[in-house]
């Protein structure tokens, strides 16, 4: 059974930082395009971050300069550091996974495996 497991949210002052962390398990997650999402109340879910399974990241516009995505696959896990937050960052970030040799796009369609989420507020 597939598993991600969110941690590392809580609540910050503007401009401080958080950093998330996804743990994976159940598959191999060096196969596997991974990402990070959010959402905030009343809002669909955003793209943040993706990134392949070497290790290249892309961005989505919210998260450009601020945040990098990272990974570890012998520990299966992936980073989100957080910079300069702000409370416009508050939301339920979810991690995600894609079996994928190619990065994939920053849709929530595209990844079939989610983790359950973990609340960043900023204030």
């Known amino acids: 059974e597939v598993q991600l497991v969110e941690s590392g949210g809580g609540s910050v002052q503007a401009g401080g930082s958080l950093r998330l962390s996804c743990a994976a398990s159940?598959?191999?997650?060096?196969?596997?395009?991974m990402a990070w999402f959010r959402q905030a109340p009343g809002k669909e879910r955003e793209g943040v971050a993706v990134s392949a399974t070497d290790g290249s990241p892309s961005y989505g516009a919210s998260a450009k300069g601020r945040f990098t995505i990272s990974r570890d696959n012998v520990r299966q896990t992936l980073d989100l550091q957080m910079n300069s937050l702000n409370p416009e960052d508050t939301a339920t970030y979810y991690c995600?996974?894609?079996?994928?040799?190619?990065?994939?796009?920053?849709?929530?369609?595209?990844?079939?495996?989610w983790g359950k989420g973990t609340q960043v507020t900023v204030s």
């Open positions: 159940g598959y191999t997650a060096s196969s596997n395009c």
């Open positions: 995600a996974a894609e079996p994928s040799p190619v990065l994939k796009p920053l849709e929530a369609y595209e990844y079939r495996f």
